[in-house]
């Protein structure tokens, strides 16, 4: 049976570790039959060494998404590698510094804001302008949020970065129709990562799917989240951009 991402060529950003949702949304696009190809940050030999654990060999590229230069060279390193075409983008990138973070809302520096939206939110357009040139008609851009219509515990900065990033979103769906080519992001809801592990007071954001998720939620497994990207990427939603599908036990559709 060939699977719903057959002969598509996909570069996947944010393997970490196998905690990662990349991580599960590499393994789910290589059994759905794709080419996959990886960035790595902020070392190469780390992603190197969970790829190894992915069903087939997958090439790692460095990326630091704020590097123009490891931007500039991203396309060429990717042509060599997959040849002159792209059918897909995952940008499964977040990162705010540790004083934009965890109950400090109130008191955190332009500086350290700056960085969580230029990591976490400007890289949607950098990453996708960066290879713009592969993407192919039909080809899909797929990035992760946590749900910036609500002010969380903890999660401060990160709120108006995803913010930012679902805007973008909107935005390159607008500008990048045209070439049929779209932009969605998935939101999930609290998974037990190395990003999550990095907010201080990250038990307290995700109890609340403890009491108010309709659905249970297991906070330890990525693979929902991997699914709901896979089928962004897929040809299965073929009219569908600008739009944010949650993944997230369905809490956001209930209220208190
Ligand atoms: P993770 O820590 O496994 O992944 C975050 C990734 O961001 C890492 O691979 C890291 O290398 C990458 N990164 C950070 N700075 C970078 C830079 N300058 N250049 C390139 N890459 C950089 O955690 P995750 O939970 O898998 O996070 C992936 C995405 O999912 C993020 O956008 C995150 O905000 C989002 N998300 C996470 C949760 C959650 O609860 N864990 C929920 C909703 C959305």
């Known amino acids: 049976m060939s699977g719903i991402l057959e002969g598509k060529r996909i570069l996947i950003t944010g393997v970490l570790m196998e905690s990662s949702i990349a991580f599960h949304t590499a393994k789910l696009a290589q059994e759905q039959g794709a080419e996959v190809i990886l960035t790595a940050f902020p070392r190469p030999t780390l992603t190197e060494r969970i790829a190894k654990k992915l069903p087939k060999p997958a090439k790692v590229i460095e990326l630091d998404v704020t590097n123009q230069e490891h931007l500039d060279r991203l396309a060429g390193l990717v042509k060599e590698e997959l040849g002159g075409r792209l059918d897909g983008i995952v940008h499964s990138i977040g990162f705010a510094p540790q004083d934009a973070l965890g109950g400090n809302f109130l008191n955190t520096p332009f500086e350290s804001v700056a960085t969580a939206m230029h990591v976490s939110a400007f890289s949607l357009k950098s990453l996708t302008m960066a290879l713009r040139e592969l993407l192919v008609p039909g080809s899909a851009v797929v990035g992760l949020t946590f749900d910036a219509q609500f002010a969380w515990p903890q999660y401060d900065w990160m709120g108006p970065a995803k913010a930012a990033l679902e805007a973008t979103s909107r935005y390159m769906a607008r500008d990048l129709g045209k070439d049929d080519i779209r932009c969605n ?24 799917w403890n009491h108010r998720s309709p659905m249970e939620w297991n906070m330890a497994d990525p693979e929902p989240a991997g699914k709901g990207v896979v089928a962004l990427l897929s040809d299965w939603f073929p009219k569908t951009t600008g739009e944010i599908i949650h993944v997230d036990g369905g809490l956001h559709a209930v209220g208190a």
């Open 185 to 208: 992001l998935i939101s999930a809801g609290p998974i037990g990562s190395m990003a999550a592990k990095s907010i201080p007071g990250f038990a307290e954001l995700a109890d609340v």
